[in-house]
């Protein structure tokens, strides 16, 4: 059966193509700074968006026409299985990811809900034999269910805890069988709704027991995928504990955590934490914690996390230029965390959501190799920074500078001359950069 039918394998028709279904700038072939398109963008599929949704939001029904949608339970995942990968064989994507939830239903026990799991984790494996799609990471779904209103790791129920351990217990056990790249904790409950009622220091003790239980795990059964966080400041709980990159990055460093763990980041939860994506990916990309991305864009006019389709080449190309300044994203990749609109409701707008996406890296990445060859950003840096690479400024770098000596040179020195930043104009050569053929 195809689910599907009468869309071939989308393929690459270049800028002057008028064909919908191909893309005009991904090219999976092309080299670009030394790699081909494929592998620096490793594109991802998340299954919850693609497979899953409805279109359901607080104010409406689901719109979405799916035509796996007449069955339901495991016959339902069975046939979303099969759906998917048509989709990947068809959008010729290296990867996809899931929520353990997204790919199998709960039972009436945990016992119920593993065996289940595992009758989709089997029939995923045997279709991953005959495809190239491989899986870039699985997490396990602790937020969906009633038994998490209070959090999982971070739970004030030490009975709740004890069961989202045995879930990521059995999520490492599936990221093994199935080969995944990464895995990756996203605390969707995992803060507060108010502080009268929590024992902050416990919370953050415990999810970090946690985080060290899971490492020990991944040991014991030889799981060898890197290990991810997500970080989001807000929706569902007031205040997540993850909020943002600095955040997340000074709690594994408190609980030493920060070797065995780097960060996930989404363009949306920035926009939530009230950051630009590219803050995110620099704040990471300094502390060589940025281990992968998930591609979406938000709507500045709306508080909540839209998870639109990367589309905004201004925001990909600033981003891509961090990936691509980190030495790339390793193991990890550039999964699209986003979902069509709720008017975007029949199945074949899935492709063209990828595609827009797609196509808007790929532009971003030839847009980032000219920066890169024309040392744009490297000489408005060192132009910025001159005078801490010779003289005073150099002493200071270098740590041979002290209180005294830097009063000594502030009293003989001649009146302060400063720069202009010319922000406007580096902005104007952008634009320059990113409309340029």
């Given amino acids: ?9 989308i393929g690459y028709e270049g800028e002057g193509s008028k064909n919908p279904f191909a893309f005009k700038h991904y090219d999976k072939s092309q080299v670009v700074l030394g790699k081909t398109m494929e592998e620096h963008l490793r594109f991802a599929v998340a299954y919850w968006h693609t497979f899953t949704a409805d279109g359901t939001d607080p104010f409406g029904q689901g719109t979405m026409v799916r035509p796996w949608d007449k069955w339901s339970y495991l016959d339902l995942a069975k046939k979303r299985v099969e759906a998917s990968f048509e989709f990947y064989e068809k959008l010729d994507v290296p990867f996809f990811c899931f929520h353990d939830r997204d790919i199998a239903p709960e039972g009436e026990n945990l016992k ?37 209103v209070h959090g999982a790791a971070t739970t ?11 879930q990521v217990k059995k999520g490492l056990e599936v990221g093994k069988e199935l080969g995944s790249d990464n895995y990756v904790f996203w605390g969707g409950r995992e803060g507060y709704e108010s502080l009268l009622n929590t024992d902050y220091k416990l919370e953050q003790d415990n999810i970090a027991r946690f985080y060290h239980m899971a490492l020990a795990y991944a040991d014991e059964i030889g799981y060898t995928g890197q290990f991810l966080i997500e970080p989001k400041p807000k929706e569902p709980s007031k205040h997540q504990y993850d909020f943002d990159a600095a955040t997340t990055i000074s709690f594994l460093k408190t609980y030493d955590l920060d070797k065995r763990f780097k960060l996930n980041l989404e363009a949306n939860h920035a ?13 990471a990309r300094s502390a060589d914690m940025l281990g992968s991305i998930d591609a979406n864009q938000g709507d500045l006019l709306l508080g909540w996390d839209t998870d ?78 001159e005078t801490f690479s010779n003289g005073i400024g150099k002493e200071i770098v270098d740590g041979k500078a002290d209180f005294h000596a830097l009063e000594k040179y502030a009293l003989t020195q001649a009146p302060i001359q400063n720069k202009s930043g010319r922000i406007e104009l580096i902005k104007a050569r952008l634009n320059e950069y990113l409309f340029s053929k």
């Fill in 1 to 9: 059966m195809s689910y599907f039918s009468g869309i071939e394998k």
């Fill in 156 to 166: 004030s129920n030490a009975e709740v805890f004890a069961y989202a351990a045995a």
């Fill in 271 to 283: 926009t939530l934490a009230g950051h630009t994506f590219e803050h995110e990916l620099r704040v």
């Fill in 112 to 148: 119920e809900t593993n065996e289940n799991l595992d009758v989709i984790v089997s029939m995923i494996k045997d279709y991953m034999k005959t495809s190239k799609v491989k899986l870039l990471w699985n997490t396990a779904n602790m937020f969906t269910n009633p038994r998490f």
């Fill in 308 to 385: 639109e389709f990367p589309t905004d080449l201004y925001a990909t190309t600033l981003a891509l230029y961090e990936i691509v300044e980190n030495g790339g994203l390793g193991k990890g990749g550039v999964n699209f965390d986003a979902k069509v609109r709720r008017t975007s409701f029949q199945t074949d707008d899935l492709f063209l959501a990828h595609i827009a996406g797609m196509d808007a890296f790929a532009k971003s990445l030839k847009v980032v190799e000219k920066l890169k060859e024309d040392r744009f950003f490297e000489s408005i840096l060192e132009e910025r920074y």
